[in-house]
């Protein structure tokens, strides 16, 4: 168990919707950052924020948004979804703010049908 | 050209064996650098974590880094049929801010 906390574990959902992945980091870090994995596909860097400020910025739609709030934990919002964003969405954690070992979630498997 | 180069495999070696999975990699500010392994569609498991050049052993696992060829390795002893896993190679510098993922060596360790 990394203790990077992700739910929910699966989600499924139409095209054109909306919705929000969550992510509590290990505790005592304070950086988070969301990754994208298609169908083997590596991990593809969406977001990364630290203390509750947004840091460094991926590929990452503007559909796609995130914050971090002040307990720490962060939530992706994906919004007017398509079939091709469907992917696992993990969220990882480190102490700094880069430099240091990122731990990773178990991930959240969304379908959008 | 990608900033982390990996091969993408499959790599199958019997059960015992010394694997060897490497990546490469363009950017030089690269200081930091970890091995992790994801099985399928699993989360990424931190492995090894290594700064700037040299070794690193635990267990099994050895990671090397050398920076002058900007070349990292992880080897893996008495392979088992439980090490079969994708293997992910991740570099940071300290002004990034983001961990930048080879696109993963897929193992099979044969019983």
């Known amino acids: 168990d990394s203790g990077v906390t992700q739910t929910p574990k699966h989600l499924i959902t139409a095209t054109g919707q909306r919705v929000t992945l969550r992510c509590s980091p290990r505790?005592?870090?304070?950086?988070v950052y969301w990754y994208q994995q298609s169908l083997d596909q590596g991990l593809q860097f969406l977001i990364q924020?630290?203390?509750?400020?947004?840091?460094a910025k991926g590929n990452i739609l503007e559909r796609f948004s995130a914050q971090q709030f002040p307990d720490l934990h962060s939530e992706l919002n994906l919004s007017s979804l398509e079939l091709g964003d469907s992917a696992l969405y993990f969220c990882?954690?480190?102490?700094?703010?880069?430099?240091?070992?990122?731990?990773f979630g178990q991930g959240t498997r969304l379908t959008v049908v | 050209q990608k900033e982390v180069e990996q091969d993408p495999g499959p790599l199958s070696v019997p059960e015992g064996a010394i694997v060897s999975l490497n990546c490469t990699y363009s950017?030089?500010?690269?200081?930091?650098f970890m091995w992790y392994r994801q099985y399928s569609r699993k989360g990424p498991e931190l492995l090894m974590y290594t700064y700037s050049s040299g070794n690193k052993e635990d267990g099994r696992f050895t990671a090397q880094v050398d920076k002058s060829s900007k070349y990292i390795s992880l080897f893996i002893r008495d392979s088992q049929p439980s090490d079969s896993a994708t293997y992910l190679c991740?570099?940071?510098?300290?002004?990034?801010?983001?961990?930048?993922f080879g696109t993963g060596t897929r193992l099979k360790v044969l019983a």
């Open positions: 924020y630290y203390n509750g400020e947004e840091r």
């Open positions: 991740a570099m940071s510098s300290s002004g990034t801010y983001k961990y930048i």
């Open positions: 950017n030089s500010a690269f200081q930091y």
């Open positions: 990882a954690s480190s102490a700094t703010q880069g430099g240091t070992e990122a731990f």
């Open positions: 505790s005592g870090d304070l950086s």
